[in-house]
């Protein structure tokens, strides 16, 4: 089964969950791989080292998740609009980033972020709003550290 840039989602892994190199206990990530059987990962505080500072760590996180080894793996996972739907049911706030959104000025708690790894989602999902760091395309690691820069600020940063 291809699932593409696994190492992309290592990095995000990595920016998302342990931006000091501790584990962030007050967030999850959820990695949805689409193709023919969509896979989706959930990656929470409760089965994840309390400390990751290297991508190799990362990327064996990733691979033992893939492998049904740690954490929750769900197969086959529901297509994304019904995934999107399914999270903002149990009252996630759900922003798409792209280049066209607008400027995100804060973290709201609750708030869930759809992003690529390498593409943008397709425009048309169920989301609440579409949101941007900049008008340039950035990594989707770098992306995620600017939301936990947004998380640790206490929100305010640049204005557009």
């Known amino acids: 089964m291809g699932y593409g840039r696994l190492d992309i989602a290592a990095r995000v892994l990595l920016a998302a969950l342990y931006p000091g190199g501790t584990l962030e206990r007050d967030s999850a990530l959820l990695v949805y791989l689409d193709s023919d059987e969509p896979l989706l990962l959930v990656f929470e505080p409760g089965c994840l080292p309390d400390v990751m500072i290297y991508e190799h ?93 947004l998380k640790r600020l206490g929100g305010e940063a640049g204005s557009s």
């Open 57 to 149: 760590e990362s990327g064996e996180v990733l691979v033992q998740a893939l492998r049904g080894q740690v954490c929750h793996r769900v197969e086959p996972a529901p297509r994304l609009p019904e995934l999107l739907e399914m999270l903002r049911g149990q009252g996630y706030r759900v922003l798409q980033l792209s280049e066209k959104g607008e400027r995100l000025q804060g973290h709201v708690p609750g708030t869930m972020y759809l992003l690529g790894l390498r593409v943008d989602p397709p425009e048309g999902l169920p989301v609440d709003g579409y949101a941007s760091i900049g008008p340039c395309s950035y990594l989707a690691s770098h992306v995620v550290a600017y939301i936990n820069a």
